[in-house]
């Protein structure tokens, strides 16, 4: 297995910068592409060769389909890149339907990415320490009108204690291991590198399709080699496809909707029933301490535990974490068809992960992010939610596949009319479609029904994060004839 080349790979990739506290997204266009090459050239992208200290700031970039074929990239070359990138997040009814966008989620009513909305090229990251962030982007902004860019949307972002999101509960924690780069952890949960970075093996033991160049066509030998024998110049390789989504989240409607379907039956408020049931949503505890360990209550000791499975922990039908929860849905583990609980299910699910590198945004609704104070603050008067970033090197069997297959499924897993409670589309059109969570149990299920839809799409796109030679090579092309 060839080592990953971290000094070309970019690093918020591998690394995830949780120590930067601050971060800043920055959607341009490209106006001058001459002048976008020369700045490309001189931009300093860090690498995932080293964890950066709270003091760094790191800057990375990726592209559009539509930015790389301003800048110069050929078409036949463009040809090369995966169809969902090529076409877009929007580009048809077909993909709406498949992650969902429906409804008050729809395209045409996006702030940025949408049909209606400005083309953004480039996509700019900007990472420093909290009170950094601003300096650091101003610094940047300040070269964009020589550099031929104009700023389409700024995205800044927030860190919210105890690294939770909006909704409360404690975010981040079921990331993959990358085979060849992280330290060995349990092998469920180590996945092949070229799950992730183009250019090195998938869980197929294949190498994912990406550009491959002549070597006429890359004169000055900045690209990398082929792992294989065939001569060709690599564009790909190191190289990630990122997917940004704008997720508003309504965590007012949430807590209200629990604290509705919890009340006794003398109609008074019941928090630890309003906290059990949102838990069940989840699949974890706001603290992040999976169900299944700890089924009854929450157990801060086990914040950050991944090491878990469904039917090899005696869950096997989702009494203790329910088999609709976001967190199984979203990663089944050992659940998975044709063989639920075995090394084959785990293996089936490996080529399906993602990494997530998402960021929330707005200011909480209430500071301490416990439920009780959440529900007196009322109805927000300002947006919050979350920039979901996730990078994989097959948007259609990765990301595309969750989406539709395992979260907006109304049948995932044995169900009949179940989404995902905590993200789901439910199912229609109709932004009032309301959705049902069932609650396995005995003797007897629980049946939550009424759910309305508590995440709505505001802006997204596909795009290309490039290796750092890559990058450099983009800065080299002929302006397009």
Same mark, same amino acid.
């Given at each position: 297995?060839?080592?990953?080349?971290?000094?070309?790979?970019?690093?918020?990739?591998?690394?995830?910068?949780?120590?930067?506290?601050? %971060?800043?997204?920055?959607?341009? %266009?490209?106006?001058?592409? #001459?002048?976008?090459?020369?700045?490309? #050239?001189?931009?300093?992208?860090?690498?995932?060769?080293?964890?950066?200290?709270?003091?760094d700031t790191c800057v990375n970039i990726a592209f559009t389909y539509g930015g790389l074929a301003r800048l110069g990239f050929s078409s036949d070359s463009l040809a090369m890149f995966a169809?969902?990138?090529?076409?877009?997040?929007?580009?048809?009814?077909?993909?709406?339907?498949?992650?969902?966008?429906?409804?008050?989620?729809?395209?045409?009513?996006?702030?940025?990415?949408?049909?209606?909305?400005?083309?953004? +090229?480039?996509l700019l990251m900007l990472y420093a320490a909290d009170e950094q962030i601003e300096q650091t982007y101003q610094r940047h902004a300040g070269r964009f009108p020589g550099a031929g860019l104009?700023?389409?949307?700024?995205?800044?972002?927030?860190?919210?204690?105890?690294?939770?999101?909006?909704?409360?509960?404690?975010?981040?924690? %079921?990331?993959?291991?990358?085979?060849?780069?992280?330290?060995?952890?349990?092998?469920?949960?180590?996945?092949?590198?070229?799950?992730?970075?183009?250019?090195?093996?998938?869980?197929?033991?294949?190498?994912?399709?990406?550009?491959?160049?002549?070597?006429?066509?890359?004169?000055?030998?900045?690209?990398?080699?082929?792992?294989?024998?065939?001569?060709?110049?690599?564009?790909?390789?190191?190289?990630?496809?990122?997917?940004?989504?704008?997720?508003?989240?309504?965590?007012?409607?949430?807590?209200?909707?629990?604290?509705?379907?919890?009340?006794?039956?003398?109609?008074?408020?019941?928090? %630890?029933?309003?906290?059990?049931?949102?838990?069940?949503?989840?699949?974890?505890?706001?603290?992040?301490?999976?169900?299944?360990?700890?089924?009854?209550?929450?157990?801060?000791?086990?914040?950050?535990?991944?090491?878990?499975?469904?039917?090899?922990?005696?869950?096997?039908? #989702?009494?203790?974490?329910?088999?609709?929860?976001?967190?199984?849905?979203?990663?089944?583990?050992?659940?998975?068809?044709?063989?639920?609980?075995?090394?084959?299910?785990?293996?089936?699910?490996?080529?399906?992960?993602?990494?997530?590198?998402?960021?929330?945004?707005?200011?909480?609704?209430?500071?301490?992010?416990?439920?009780?104070?959440?529900?007196?603050?009322?109805?927000?008067?300002?947006?919050?939610?979350?920039?979901?970033?996730?990078?994989?090197?097959?948007?259609?069997?990765?990301?595309?596949?969750?989406?539709?297959?395992?979260?907006?499924?109304?049948?995932? +897993?044995?169900?009949?009319?179940?989404?995902?409670?905590?993200?789901?589309?439910?199912?229609?059109? +109709?932004?009032?479609?309301?959705?049902?969570?069932?609650?396995?149990?005995?003797?007897?299920?629980?049946?939550?029904?009424?759910?309305?839809?508590?995440?709505?799409?505001?802006? #997204?796109?596909?795009?290309?994060?490039?290796?750092?030679?890559?990058?450099?090579?983009?800065?080299?092309?002929?302006?397009?004839v």
């Amino acid at each position: 297995m060839p080592a990953l080349e971290l000094t070309d790979i970019q690093g918020i990739i591998l690394r995830g910068y949780g120590s930067l506290r601050g %971060a800043c997204f920055v959607l341009l %266009a490209v106006d001058d592409p #001459g002048a976008t090459k020369r700045w490309l #050239g001189e931009l300093d992208l860090r690498s995932g060769q080293t964890r950066p200290s709270a003091a760094d700031t790191c800057v990375n970039i990726a592209f559009t389909y539509g930015g790389l074929a301003r800048l110069g990239f050929s078409s036949d070359s463009l040809a090369m890149f995966a169809g969902e990138f090529r076409e877009g997040m929007t580009a048809t009814k077909h993909r709406q339907r498949i992650l969902g966008d429906l409804g008050e989620s729809q395209p045409e009513g996006w702030r940025w990415g949408g049909p209606r909305g400005e083309r953004v +090229d480039l996509l700019l990251m900007l990472y420093a320490a909290d009170e950094q962030i601003e300096q650091t982007y101003q610094r940047h902004a300040g070269r964009f009108p020589g550099a031929g860019l104009r700023v389409i949307e700024r995205l800044t972002t927030i860190f919210l204690p105890g690294r939770k999101e909006h909704f409360g509960f404690r975010d981040g924690i %079921a990331q993959p291991l990358i085979e060849g780069f992280d330290e060995p952890g349990r092998p469920g949960n180590t996945v092949a590198a070229g799950e992730f970075v183009l250019g090195y093996v998938n869980a197929y033991g294949q190498y994912t399709q990406r550009p491959l160049l002549s070597p006429a066509q890359d004169p000055q030998g900045i690209l990398p080699s082929t792992p294989t024998a065939s001569g060709s110049r690599d564009f790909g390789r190191n190289g990630s496809y990122l997917v940004f989504r704008q997720l508003s989240q309504d965590v007012g409607t949430f807590w209200r909707f629990l604290d509705d379907k919890t009340r006794t039956a003398a109609g008074a408020a019941d928090p %630890a029933a309003r906290l059990k049931l949102a838990s069940k949503m989840v699949g974890r505890w706001p603290s992040g301490a999976p169900l299944v360990k700890t089924p009854d209550a929450d157990n801060p000791q086990l914040a950050d535990d991944d090491d878990f499975l469904y039917h090899g922990s005696g869950d096997a039908h #989702g009494f203790k974490c329910p088999v609709g929860s976001h967190v199984r849905r979203s990663n089944p583990r050992d659940a998975l068809e044709p063989d639920p609980g075995s090394e084959r299910s785990i293996e089936v699910g490996k080529r399906h992960r993602i990494i997530r590198r998402g960021r929330a945004y707005g200011p909480p609704l209430a500071t301490s992010m416990e439920p009780t104070d959440m529900l007196a603050a009322g109805d927000a008067t300002q947006e919050r939610g979350l920039h979901f970033i996730c990078f994989n090197t097959h948007i259609g069997r990765q990301f595309e596949f969750i989406q539709h297959t395992w979260v907006n499924n109304p049948k995932f +897993d044995g169900l009949y009319t179940d989404d995902d409670p905590l993200i789901g589309d439910r199912g229609a059109d +109709d932004k009032d479609e309301a959705g049902t969570f069932t609650v396995q149990a005995t003797p007897v299920r629980t049946r939550v029904v009424g759910l309305p839809r508590f995440v709505h799409v505001r802006g #997204g796109a596909y795009f290309f994060m490039p290796g750092i030679r890559a990058v450099r090579f983009l800065a080299t092309l002929p302006a397009p004839v």
